[in-house]
């Protein structure tokens, strides 16, 4: 059985230093550019960032493969093989970084013949380091997390995100789905702006539950791994198991509060990130399925 904890080492370590660039261009001018929506920003640090991080692994891992959100953006396809493969989000929370917005992280998740290894996911702006090792546990700047393992979704704060989507049919399921929620009632619904340090306030605890439709799989392929080995739920918005490219996914506290919100919330059709490079939700992907 390989031992993946070199690479794990040397990510946290590229992560690390991946933040510090980021950080370092936070206060700049932004010159942003749009991808899929008005509201699904790209600027030269995503970009520049992701091309550091990749270059650094090819040093150290040449055979490794990839699957980077702005690589794809400009023409790469999503094809998880069962080689090593990074999975790289270089700035999850684009909006918030233009915005200055404290919430973004550096996210890289490592997986195998199709399985996720570990994950990392870097929250520059409050310097928390969040990983996990699979079989080995969750971690927040080195020290062990866990779920708040909440079992009553009246007691639960969610999380979730209203995403880059602006097409009317995505906007009315997404905001129906808060409305169901708090209907229920649930003590809170929240939204920091970027998926991955969503889902790691489910592994620490924070928060009890997150969703979401529409996101990629960098942006939550890592910190899936965190929260189920923080000792949480992973699963898709329908109840089955979690694929990180269906663009749909829970995390929760247990099972119980998992499988709730999976009755509660609705999806919409997005076309899967394997399936086309030019991703689309909402109405936009109807009938392309
Ligand atoms: C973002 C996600 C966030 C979602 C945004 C966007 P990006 O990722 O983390 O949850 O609401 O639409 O997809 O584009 O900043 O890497």
């Known amino acids: 059985m390989p031992d993946w904890t070199e690479?794990?080492?040397?990510?946290?370590?590229?992560?690390?230093?991946?933040?510090?660039?980021?950080?370092?261009?936070?206060?700049?001018?932004?010159?942003?550019?749009l991808k899929s929506s008005p509201a699904d920003l790209v600027t030269e640090t995503d970009q520049r960032v992701e091309n550091i991080l990749i270059f650094e692994i090819r040093k150290r891992f040449p055979h490794h493969r990839f699957i980077g959100e702005e690589s794809v953006a400009a023409g790469g396809r999503v094809q998880l093989t069962d080689c090593p493969t990074w999975i790289i989000d270089p700035i999850d929370g684009t909006v918030n970084f233009v915005h200055r917005f404290p919430f973004m992280a550096v996210s890289i998740a490592f997986a195998v013949n199709k399985q996720t290894e570990f994950?990392?996911?870097?929250?520059?702006?409050?310097?928390?380091?969040?990983?996990?090792?699979?079989?080995?546990?969750?971690?927040?700047n080195g020290e062990a997390v866990h779920t708040s393992g909440q079992e009553d979704i009246n007691r639960c704060v969610v999380v979730t995100e209203i995403g880059a989507e602006r097409d009317h049919l995505s906007l009315s399921t997404m905001t129906s789905n808060i409305f169901r929620l708090l209907k229920l009632p649930v003590h809170g619904v929240r939204a920091l702006g970027t998926a991955a340090v969503d889902m790691c306030q489910v592994a620490t605890g924070g928060?009890?539950?997150?969703?979401h439709i529409?996101?990629?799989?960098?942006?939550?392929?890592?910190?899936?791994?965190?929260?189920?080995?923080?000792?949480?739920?992973?699963?898709?918005?329908?109840?089955?198991s979690f694929d990180?490219?269906?663009?749909?996914?829970i995390a929760a506290s247990s099972l119980a509060v998992a499988s709730h919100i999976a009755q509660v919330v609705q999806a919409f059709p997005c076309r899967r990130d394997d399936d086309d490079p030019s991703s689309t939700c909402g109405a936009e992907s109807v009938g392309k399925l």
């Not at 690479?7 to 510090?20: D, P, R, V, W, Y």
């Not at 870097?122 to 969040?130: G, H, P, R, T, W």
């Open 7 to 33: 690479c794990l080492n040397f990510g946290i370590s590229i992560a690390k230093q991946a933040g510090e660039v980021v950080l370092a261009a936070l206060q700049d001018q932004k010159d942003v550019d």
């Open 244 to 249: 990180m490219m269906s663009r749909r996914v």
């Open 214 to 240: 529409g996101m990629h799989c960098w942006d939550i392929a890592a910190s899936a791994i965190i929260v189920q080995e923080a000792g949480g739920v992973v699963m898709d918005t329908d109840g089955s």
């Open 207 to 211: 928060a009890d539950a997150y969703y």
């Open 119 to 140: 994950g990392i996911v870097y929250s520059c702006v409050e310097d928390k380091l969040f990983h996990a090792q699979r079989g080995r546990g969750a971690f927040l």
